[in-house]
């Protein structure tokens, strides 16, 4: 599994697997390609160099998409955000989502930041969980989605023995 930065030749795959991930979690996500699309544009456009893709041989099956200058309201700072993760159902469970988080807090930690934060969909236990054993705690709920937080500093002792027993 290879992980590399990812530019705009790559949208309408990142569309495509965005689409077909979030099958089944309908209410967490963009439906339509052209939403998928604009959404995808404007997280290209909150951080260009922050979208990392992992690839099977050519293929691309996970990214994730960081913004190293987000100001969030609700910890009253600048700290980095993860706003989309995304790995094809056929390669979950392999550790391709942990390194691209790993990846994300590396890039956060290289640009002095000390904090991230995420929101995650209540039902989605799936994800919940992967951030819960990546050192995120839950913070808030607002309507169907939970905020999740994680201290980079604490994060990164824990980070990296994940990498070692990531596959």
């Known amino acids: 599994m290879i992980l590399k930065e990812l530019d705009k030749s790559y949208i309408r795959d990142m569309v495509r697997l965005y689409l077909s991930a ?13 939403d ?4 995808i544009n404007w997280l290209f456009a909150r951080d260009s ?37 995304v790995v094809a159902k056929a390669y979950r469970r392999k550790g391709i989502a942990t390194k691209l988080v790993n990846r994300a807090l590396e890039l ?10 995420l929101w995650a969909g209540v039902n989605n236990l799936a ?7 990546l050192g995120f705690e839950a913070r808030e709920r607002y309507g169907k989605w939970v905020r999740m937080v994680s201290n980079l500093s604490f994060g990164e002792l824990r980070g990296e023995l ?5 596959p």
């Open 36 to 39: 998928a699309e604009d959404y």
């Open 49 to 85: 160099d922050g979208i990392i893709g992992a690839f099977d041989n050519k293929e691309l099956v996970g990214f994730i998409c960081i913004d190293k200058h987000w100001y969030s309201k609700r910890e009253r700072k600048t700290l980095g955000a993860i706003h989309e993760l």
């Open 22 to 34: 979030y099958e089944g979690l309908e209410e967490y996500s963009y439906d339509h390609p052209s």
């Open 162 to 166: 994940l990498k070692n027993t990531a």
């Open 108 to 117: 956060f930690r290289e640009n002095g930041l000390d904090s991230t934060e």
């Open 127 to 133: 994800a919940i969980k992967l951030y819960e054993k």
